[in-house]
C-alpha cells in the first residue's frame, strides 16, 4: 500500500514538477470553483468566477470573471499564488497579461470523465492536505466503475441535446458533455459535426428524428417541439427529458450525477 502511494506520488510530482502548496487561490470558471473545493483547496480560494454557486459557501467570495471577461486589476491586486484558469473560455489575450505579471495560472482542459479525476490528483498537490484531492479520485473512479457495471449497454439509443434554444444549439461528438450520453449508450444524432457546439436548424433535428431528446430543466422544450409531434419519435413518445444543467455542463465530481440521470432516463426505454 505504501509502495503503490509512493509510486502514485512520483507520478503526479513528475507531471506537476513545480507544485507546491499555495495560500491564495483564484478559479476562473464555475467547474474550476468545484474541483478545486473538492480537491482541498476550498479554503485557499480568494476570488472566483460568476456562477461559482456550489458548494455554497463558494457563493460568499469575491467575484473577479465572467462570460465578459477578467477583472485583470484587481486579480493582480489580490496577489495571488495561483489563477486556475479554463482555456475553453477564458480571453487568452487576458490570460498572457496575468501571466506578464509573473502570476501562476494552471489551465485546466478537461476533454473526458478520467480528465476529472487526474486533475483532481494535479489540483491536491497544491493543497495542504494531498490526500484530500487523492481520495476524492478514487471515490471518482469507484464510483465510475460501478456505474459502468451497473447500466450496461444493449441498444443504443440515439438522442438530440438541446444545449440551448435560442439560439438552437447542440454538442458533437468527443466535446463535453458527450461522453455523458455515451457512457450510457446514447448516440448523438449531431456527432459528425464538423463543429464543436454546432447551430442547427428545427428543420434538422426533426430529419434526424432522435428517439428522445435532453433539454435543461428551465427549457422549454417541450413545447418548442410540441407541433411535430407527428413527425418526431421522441414527441410522440413524450420523451423529452430535462436534466440538471449544472451536473451535466460542469466536470466535476458531480458529473456522476448527471450520469445517474441521463442513465435512468435510458433505462425506462428498456422496459
Not at 7 to 13: Q, S, T
Not at 122 to 150: C, H, T, V
Request: net charge neutral; proline share 7%; hydrophobic share 40%.
Amino acid at each position: 500500500m505504501l509502495f503503490q502511494r509512493l509510486v502514485l506520488l512520483l507520478i503526479l510530482f513528475t507531471t506537476n514538477l513545480f507544485a507546491a502548496p499555495v495560500e491564495r487561490v483564484i478559479s476562473l470558471a464555475p467547474h474550476i470553483t468545484e474541483l478545486l473545493y473538492a480537491a482541498g483547496l476550498g479554503d485557499k480560494l480568494v476570488a472566483v468566477s460568476e456562477y461559482s454557486d456550489y458548494p455554497l459557501q463558494a457563493k460568499q467570495i469575491e467575484t473577479v470573471s465572467n462570460h465578459q471577461g477578467l477583472k485583470l486589476e484587481r486579480i493582480i491586486a489580490l496577489k495571488p499564488d495561483l489563477v486556475v484558469a479554463w482555456p475553453g473560455g477564458n480571453p487568452a489575450k487576458e490570460i498572457d497579461k496575468l501571466k506578464a505579471f509573473n502570476i501562476n495560472v494552471y489551465p485546466i482542459n478537461i476533454q473526458s470523465l478520467d480528465d476529472i479525476a487526474n486533475y483532481l490528483e494535479k489540483l491536491s498537490l497544491y493543497a495542504p492536505d494531498p490526500d484530500i484531492g487523492q481520495q476524492a479520485a478514487k471515490s471518482f473512479r469507484q464510483q465510475l466503475s460501478e456505474m459502468r457495471q451497473k447500466y450496461q449497454v444493449d441498444t443504443p439509443i440515439r438522442y438530440f441535446y438541446q444545449l440551448s434554444e435560442q439560439p438552437l444549439m447542440t454538442v458533437a461528438k468527443n466535446h463535453w458533455p458527450s461522453e455523458v450520453f455515451s457512457f450510457c449508450g446514447g448516440v448523438n444524432v449531431f456527432e459528425n459535426s464538423p463543429v464543436p457546439y454546432p447551430q442547427v436548424g428545427k428543420e434538422q433535428v426533426i430529419l434526424k428524428n432522435p428517439d428522445v431528446i435532453f433539454a435543461s430543466q428551465s427549457s422549454s422544450a417541450t413545447s418548442l417541439w410540441a407541433k411535430w409531434k407527428t413527425q418526431m419519435t421522441a414527441v410522440q413518445n413524450h420523451h423529452i427529458w430535462s436534466i440538471n444543467s449544472d451536473w451535466l455542463s460542469r466536470p466535476t465530481p458531480r458529473t456522476l450525477k448527471a450520469i445517474e440521470q441521463v442513465c435512468t432516463h435510458f433505462e425506462t426505454l428498456k422496459k
